[in-house]
């Protein structure tokens, strides 16, 4: 990860970790890197936040500033940037969004023309940029070219774009959802004007909550972070099912008919034994993290489909996918990646594929993810003077093996440094949570007892 941007983006509190002078010099690079050889077109959207507007309308100025033509979807979902970017040949897509975070966070995500994560070469010399130590061609440029005269870019709307983006779901729609009622949560954010209309279109008798964005609220007690609502809503008001989604909606969980969470784990079990039963699933593989639940590997082994574990994040995931020839790929945080319609997770088109799957087998949600027996997982956070020092200690090596030892195939313990802070993550699955504490706190106390905490 660099400097500004992490594994998804540039994100930071918006005016402070990120500021429109940020976005004005990140579309100043972009207009100019990608319009070297012709003018360069860039589309754009935002969600719902309030400083969203303020981000889109620097990162544009800049683009134009720069001789881009700058092309706004306005609020709409990361997954639809994507989508158009791909779709309509655009040179890059930018998405303004902070996802899953509060509303005084912010973000910036980068994508390449087929709408993947940008790479991370091109992130390093807009990383430069805004250091003001760009080299590029042999020589230094510590500023860029204006444009003038008609070579100034143009910022035009570009809605159409999103409206293509949910006929494309609607199309990939097998059967009629008419008779099924169903609870959408959209977190007062990007979804709120895309999921709704795509399944009433598709037949649903729909139920919406958490549609009133006001630049403030998205994520507020709602959506995939907050679920509760949701089960509650589910239940009181005999829904078939409830999706809830996140800020940008590149993320979903479901509620089954009973109020109870079906994360991401169960709907890649529940989607790939769907595809193995008839013969879609590329190499019998399903992309997972290592923070997978231990229940979703039994589940998989027990239905004989394979797995992959690649580090946490959806770049990951995709990255694995793409190299390995996978179609199906996820977090347990609900970012579900169908590479055959899509190129980065989305949270409607796993909804509707979660739907796919109950309309085809005439079942209820709760029977199609019996399989899966989610363990107990805790998670405890150590903070270190060295993560690497901490992880390779001896002691703390041997003291991970006799977990391990004492687990057998009936658990797991995963150790891992975080990406962005000073802390090495203790993780322990097992088929009790006081069992899973006893453990991990094993561990944390032998990284503590090497004197490895700060």
């Known amino acids: 990860m660099g400097k500004y941007f992490g594994t998804d983006g540039f994100r930071g509190k918006a005016g402070e970790g990120l500021t429109a002078a940020h976005a004005y010099e990140i579309g ?211 829904m078939d099912v409830g999706f809830a989604f996140d800020g940008d909606a590149d993320r979903c969980l479901a509620v089954d008919e009973k109020g109870r969470l079906v994360d991401g784990d169960q709907i890649l079990y529940l989607y790939s034994r769907y595809m193995k039963e008839r013969e879609k699933l590329r190499t019998n593989t399903v992309v997972t993290t290592v923070m997978s639940n231990f229940g979703l590997y039994k589940a998989l082994d027990a239905a004989g489909i394979g797995y992959a574990k690649t580090a946490v994040g959806d770049k990951y995931v995709y990255e694995y996918m793409v190299q390995h020839g996978c179609r199906l790929g996820g977090e347990q945080s609900g970012h579900i990646i169908f590479s055959k319609y899509a190129r980065t997770g989305d949270g409607i088109l796993a909804a509707l594929k979660v739907m796919e799957v109950m309309m085809a087998k005439k079942e209820e949600l709760s029977r199609l993810v019996e399989p899966v027996t989610i363990y107990p997982q805790v998670l405890l956070n150590v903070r270190v003077k060295d993560k690497d020092a901490a992880q390779t200690d001896p002691a703390v090596a041997a003291s991970v093996a006799a977990v391990e030892v004492e687990l057998g195939d009936g658990g797991r313990i995963l150790v891992r440094p975080s990406g962005t802070e000073p802390l090495v993550r203790v993780m322990v699955e097992a088929e009790t949570e006081e069992r899973c504490r006893a453990l991990a706190q094993q561990v944390a106390d032998t990284i503590r007892a090497q004197g490895h905490a700060l």
């Open 28 to 238: 100043r690079f972009l207009g100019w890197y990608y319009g070297r050889e012709k003018r360069a077109s860039i589309v754009v959207g935002k969600d719902t936040r309030r400083s969203s507007y303020m981000l889109e309308y620097a990162i544009s100025a800049g683009m134009a500033a720069s001789g881009a033509d700058v092309y706004l979807l306005h609020v709409t979902t990361t997954p639809s940037v994507s989508y158009v970017t791909r779709i309509d040949g655009f040179d890059c897509g930018v998405m303004i969004s902070a996802s899953h975070n509060p509303f005084y966070d912010n973000g910036i995500k980068l994508m390449n023309r087929e709408g993947e994560k940008m790479d991370e070469a091109t992130i390093r010399l807009v990383e430069d940029y805004l250091d003001g130590h760009l080299e590029m061609d042999g020589r230094a440029w510590p500023e860029l070219p204006l444009a003038s005269d008609d070579r100034v870019g143009s910022i035009v709307d570009h809605a159409s774009g999103r409206n293509r983006y949910m006929g494309y779901l609607i199309s990939l729609a097998l059967y009629s959802f008419k008779g099924k009622r169903v609870a959408l949560d959209c977190a007062n954010g990007s979804a709120w004007s895309i999921a709704p209309h795509v399944f009433e279109a598709l037949g649903a008798d729909t139920h919406v909550i958490n549609n009133r964005p006001d630049g403030l609220n998205i994520n507020l007690d709602a959506g995939s972070t907050h679920i509760e609502g949701l089960r509650q809503y589910v239940v009181e008001n005999h």
